[in-house]
């Protein structure tokens, strides 16, 4: 049960973090989502620094692991808001948006992951 209640608090607050750096970034005039993509690169960063602490001599308990990469982590990143957004460039036609915006989220959110790890080294 203790384990639910870290993975729900972390989730709680990542996705109260992600709606609001949605605001602030995503913009309805150029219609690229801004914020989607720092959430998810931002995250990608953080997941790889919090597992690589966790990995690194047992630097974080495994309570501290579920509240801060399973639970902030992944209420934070997202993927479903990712591949709506995507729905939406192909539906319009907006094909190069659709490509960029893709091949960036992975290209750049696995050097985040790995750039973490390696913060942390």
Not at 66 to 74: E, K
Not at 79 to 91: D, G, I, P, R
Request: hydrophobic fraction near 50%; include cysteine; glycine fraction near 14%.
């Amino acid at each position: 049960m203790k384990q639910l209640l870290l993975v729900f608090v972390g989730g709680g607050f990542g996705s109260v973090l992600r709606f609001l750096v949605g605001k602030w970034l995503n913009s309805s005039e150029s219609g690229i989502p801004y914020g989607t993509f720092a959430a998810n690169i931002i995250g990608s960063l953080l997941i790889g620094i919090i597992l690589g602490v966790a990995a690194k001599n047992d630097g974080l308990s495994e309570s501290q692991t579920l509240l801060l990469a399973t639970g902030f982590c992944g209420g934070f990143t997202t993927f479903s808001t990712f591949a709506y957004e995507n729905h939406v460039f192909l539906k319009s036609g907006d094909f190069t948006s659709f490509a960029l915006y893709t091949i960036a989220s992975f290209i750049i959110g696995f050097l985040a992951v790995f750039g973490g790890m390696y913060l942390v080294k």
